[in-house]
């Protein structure tokens, strides 16, 4: 199975126009695809996305959201309410023999939404199946792709430590994730294994932080899921 995955589209999706989905089995968006943290422009941002996200010419489409999807989080807009869409809010999925488990919180960092204290997100991660073969989640864990500035601009591995504790518990074939952007000197987009892991982690942000604004500068990653194994 061919599945393109993308994040962090902040609402430049419809620069995709120009992408080629022919033979993409599977999109997975792994959250932030709005950017307004206005409850009104951010209304509009989701119902525009989800329309273009419906609407794709790809057989299973799958959601989840990020810190940036407010309206979402406040029931202003309901992605279950677009049918061609598998959205998930902290739950699993079974596609053609695939268990995908997708969930939207993060470690706090400001006052955005589907945010958790750091520290207390072990519960929720205790959650995630132990047969899960795609885990998709909005941030990354801890170490693993996820260089960024913190506060007092000093370079920081800024993931969730709980949630790499869980991903050796689970083991997922794919780990899918957004939220750190490449910035600067921090390039996050890609791919990583480690050794004695199964697992390949995949940043599929598709923005760049730039000094005042944010930059498309990737239109995902393509991942062959062998089915057989």
Same mark, same amino acid.
């Given at each position: ?8 589209? #902040?609402?430049? #999706? ?6 080629? @989905?022919?033979?993409?089995?599977? /999109? ?5 695809? *709005?950017?307004?943290? =206005?409850?009104?422009?951010? !209304?509009?941002?989701? /119902? $525009? ?19 940036? $999807? ?6 202003? %807009? ?13 739950? *699993? ?14 470690? !706090? @960092? ?7 204290? +750091?520290?207390?997100?072990? &519960?929720?991660? !205790? ?10 989640? #909005?941030? &990354? ?11 007092? $601009? /000093? ?13 050796? +518990? %689970? !083991? ?16 996050? =987009? ?7 892991? +199964?697992?390949? @982690?995949?940043?599929? =942000?598709?923005?760049?932080? +730039?000094?005042? $604004?944010?930059?498309?500068? =990737? ?11």
């Amino acid at each position: 199975m061919k599945i393109l995955a993308i994040s962090d589209t #902040h609402g430049f #999706h419809k620069e995709f126009k120009d992408l080629d @989905f022919a033979g993409i089995d599977m /999109v997975i968006h792994a959250g932030d695809f *709005s950017n307004q943290k =206005s409850p009104m422009f951010n !209304q509009q941002e989701s /119902v $525009d996305f989800l329309s273009w996200y419906n609407d794709i010419p790809v057989k299973h489409k799958v959601l989840i959201c990020g810190n940036h $999807d407010t309206s979402i989080e406040t029931k202003l %807009v309901n992605p279950k309410d677009f049918w061609n869409i598998r959205y998930l809010e902290h739950e *699993s999925i079974n596609i053609e023999g695939i268990n995908i488990f997708g969930s939207p919180y993060t470690p !706090q @960092f400001g006052n955005w939404s589907f945010m958790k204290a +750091r520290g207390k997100l072990d &519960p929720y991660w !205790q959650q995630i199946p132990e047969n899960t073969d795609i885990l998709v989640v #909005h941030g &990354p864990p801890k170490g693993i792709l996820d260089l960024s500035y913190n506060r007092e $601009d /000093v370079l920081e591995y800024c993931g969730d430590k709980e949630l790499y504790n869980h991903v050796l +518990r %689970v !083991q997922p074939k794919h780990m899918i994730f957004g939220h750190i952007h490449n910035f600067q000197d921090c390039y996050n =987009s890609g791919s990583k294994t480690i050794k004695g892991l +199964r697992t390949t @982690f995949h940043n599929v =942000s598709c923005v760049t932080d +730039r000094k005042f $604004d944010l930059g498309l500068t =990737s239109k995902g990653q393509i991942i062959e899921y062998d089915c057989k194994n």
